[in-house]
């Protein structure tokens, strides 16, 4: 999600990946939803304090935020992309504004809005004074960051032509070594145009290649309605590989190989934080359609084990 060069790759492989690899699982077409897949946890008690992996190891939870307040969401956790940061989207990303992203019933929601939204002198604003469109993205980058373990975020994703929500990490040295340097987890993606699929893709920096030549490795899964109940979107994250898992279904798999861990390319051996966002339009949201908007990324909470 973080540079053009990626998204030639992304799209390409995105299109691969569905081709190839996408796999429906779940309910028959016009079954009712589950009611368990509706339900909200709302007590941070909720949280289980251990957790095993699909490898059958038990972890321990070392942080988690079950949206449980009022209103934005929790400053001690989370901090704000400010602006149009990336990849030509329509979105202006807002400073901590409850309009595009709160708290509520144990929820929180991102929401994506078609306004008319004043940005003459605010940050990243491309010398525009009005944005189209507005959206939220938070991070962890300032709060906290974790090297391997497991992440389960529990999320209902937002839909429509041209949306492009998002669970991903990124390595916190990117500030000193750029993208994709510093790798990339896109535990999550999805595209409105390309509806119930979840997306889950690395990249990193290609072997002895400059700092923009990626390597990238997606797949995906079809769901079913995942814009209108919650699943639960993981990684699993050891010294020697990456498992992205939708409710605990395999959907990519990405193995560190000896040459990897011979030159020192592999970025994966470093501190990662969390973002969260919902993107549209841009390189792979593409057109957006007149009715998208308003349309909400709801998170029931973010789980960290290790
Ligand atoms: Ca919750």
Not at 268 to 276: E, S, T, V
Request: hydrophobic letters at 35%; proline letters at 5%; charged letters at 25%.
């Amino acid at each position: 999600m973080n540079h053009s060069a990626k998204f030639i790759f992304s799209v390409s492989l995105a299109l691969a990946a569905a081709l190839a690899s996408g796999t429906a699982f779940g309910d028959e077409p016009n079954q009712k939803l589950d009611p368990a897949r509706l339900a909200v946890s709302v007590s941070d008690s909720d949280a289980p304090q251990t957790v095993r992996t699909t490898d059958g190891r038990e972890l321990k939870l070392v942080w988690n935020d079950e949206f449980n307040g009022e209103g934005l969401p929790d400053a001690k956790k989370w901090t704000y992309e400010v602006g149009y940061i990336r990849n030509n989207e329509s979105q202006y990303y807002t400073d901590a504004r409850l309009e595009n992203v709160f708290q509520k019933d144990g929820v929180l929601t991102i929401r994506t809005l078609k306004e008319k939204y004043n940005i003459e002198g605010k940050p990243k604003n491309k010398g525009l004074k009005e944005a189209e469109y507005t959206s939220a993205a938070i991070e962890t980058i300032d709060t906290a960051s974790w090297l391997y373990g497991r992440v389960e975020v529990r999320a209902q994703l937002p839909t429509g032509k041209g949306i492009w929500p998002a669970i991903w990490m990124m390595g916190t040295n990117i500030k000193q070594i750029g993208w994709p340097g510093c790798g990339e987890i896109d535990v999550m993606e999805y595209v409105g145009h390309t509806p119930h699929r979840a997306h889950g893709t690395i990249h990193m920096r290609k072997k002895g290649g400059k700092n923009w030549e990626v390597v990238s490795k997606g797949s995906s899964l079809l769901l079913d309605r995942p814009e209108e109940q919650y699943y639960v979107y993981t990684l699993e994250w050891t010294p020697e590989k990456m498992l992205i898992l939708v409710d605990d279904k395999p959907v990519l798999e990405f193995k560190k190989s000896e040459e990897e861990s011979k030159t020192g390319v592999w970025p994966f051996d470093k501190p990662h934080y969390i973002i969260l966002n919902t993107a549209i339009g841009g390189a792979w949201g593409g057109e957006i359609a007149e009715d998208t908007c308003p349309t909400d990324f709801k998170i029931d909470y973010v789980r960290v084990y290790q």
